[in-house]
């Protein structure tokens, strides 16, 4: 049967290209939402990191129509942090719409995004957004996505896709750069361009998993698309693996639902082509199949790509453990970040030696960072190290992450720019203009990277645009010096006070102002100077016949420096942790005491002179 009333699709663009606005905007034209409901923007950006960050982390189901026709609209993330989402549920879909800022043109995610979309066959329609901007250039960014295509070996069928000029901000599209009032043209482009499901509805049925959540009243919850036959609300199944990772097994659809604008609706059956979500089975996991008793048979499923980074996650044993967080022992750690691994396909965890310790693998700084901060705000308490780049040994060589590094910025920022990722590996590949902008491009080693991104935005005063994918793996490239300043580490425990702070600001920029309470060992700030420094930004004033106490008051203390969980996880050292508590964030030393520290120190450099 083929289902002309369905239709199912992704939106795939690099990151801020403006795909979660236009599905705003296909929701509202496409019948969800009454005419007077208010509406958040970027409603698909549901959770509380996705709206402050302004950025799309989990890929996200939902549905819209058009005339007699449901579309199925699947919003993916642009970040390459979060790519292997976008991995896994373009097999959910039939075609994809390609998402390119009129401005921007092609940048790296959207490479990486239409090459996966071109290895499945998917139907492509190039969607060029953002055509009301004064500086937009339409025409320019259609023969970029062509020329991007020819290189991602698309054939003749792909490199003949439809081209829809829209503004999601307005919500206007047209096949001409002069835009219709409304959604029109792109929804008749999808109808007629991207094929309905098709498949035998008598078959036995098959799903393939493609994505998981889970909910506390039904526990874990599986998401795919039907490719064969009827599935139906208590009927027996059996979850099967293509890659063989376990014995099939056999299980039952408890409930059945169906995505119905942003709300899930519960269902009897569904059919060939249906992207449904199921419960019944605990252990079911990403990748798997849903099969019919009769014929079990797994529907081969992608590898997702490995992970680039590694930190360690650990349990907190700083002198304030425990004051500030709700969830603080090893096994709470250990059940949350195992828990994480249900839904975050890129993600690897792995136990120790130490049974406080756990080994956390991701795709990029960003992917951690964004688990510690939702950890955070669930309570828990932890510590991490610095993250590391993860090798690869083959034939007996150390291969290691390679990265396109592309960034667009002022041109008196070039020459910082070059020399900065010049000492850090990093090859000019390409430099070219556009308009008062230069946009440079680099291949260099992931590690190179890693605590850059605050050099940069300094080096440009803020106005650097800075994209970065991973490549691939290559031969070692030699050492780099990863950080040329010292750290500012505190002499005592104790409170911070003015004075303290007077003496030692002159060493550096702080992180610390009078009243913050601080320990033996912790970071209160920085210094230019290669080499750490021990402060007392806990010593205050002798008071004599001569000197008042009051006179602290005529200090004058420099702005103390506020650095972001990303800043403050790029600023690491190796002998550095990061504290995560639910309401602070301080660096510390790994050995916190000054003089067991100063000894380490002493043999490690005695080690190396021998």
Known sequence: MIRKDLRNIAIIAHVDHGKTTLVDEMLKQGGIFRSNQHVDE???????LEKERGITILAKNTAAYYKDVKINIIDTPGHADFS??????????????????AVEGPMPQTRFVLQKALELGHKIIVCVNKVDRPDAEPKRVVDEVLELMMDLNADDSQLDSPVVYCSGRNGTSSMTVEQKPDLTDLFET???????????ENAPF???????????????????RVERGTLKVGQDAVIASFHGDFTPYKTRVVTLMQIDGLKRVNVDSAKVGDIICFSGSENVTIGDTLCAPEQVEAIPFMKIGEPTLEMRFMVNDSPFAGREGKFVTSRHLRDRLYRELLKDVSLRVEDTDNTDTFL??????????????????????????MPKVLYQYENGKKLEPIEQVIVDVPENAVGAVMEKLGSRKGELVTMHPTGDRIRLEFKMPARGMIGYK???????????????????????KGDIQMRNFGSLVAYETGEAVTYGLFNAQDRGPLFVGPGTPVYEGMVVGYTPKSDDIVVNVCKKKHITNMRAAGSDEALRLTPV????????????????LLEVTPKSL????????????????????NAVDG
């Open 586 to 605: 301080r660096v510390r030393k790994v050995i916190m005491s000054n003089m067991y520290r100063a000894k380490d120190n002493f043999k490690k450099k």
């Open 206 to 224: 098959q799903v393939l998993v493609s994505s998981i959540d889970y909910n506390d009243y039904v526990g874990r919850i599986g998401i795919g």
């Open 42 to 48: 970027r409603v698909m950006d549901s959770g509380d």
């Open 84 to 101: 292997g989402e976008v991995e896994r549920v373009l097999k959910m879909v039939s075609g994809v719409l390609l998402l390119v800022d």
């Open 190 to 200: 999808i109808v007629n361009y991207i094929d309905p499901p098709e498949g035998d």
């Open 561 to 576: 420096k506020r650095m972001s969980l990303e800043e403050m996880i790029e600023f690491l050292g190796e002998d550095e």
């Open 360 to 385: 956390v693998k991701g795709r990029g700084e960003m992917h951690l960072s964004v688990l510690i901060e939702t950890m955070r705000r669930e309570g828990f308490e932890f510590a991490v190290s």
């Open 454 to 476: 605050n050099e940069f935005l300094t080096d440009t005063k803020g106005e650097g645009v800075l994209n970065t994918i991973v490549l691939g793996y290559e031969e070692y």
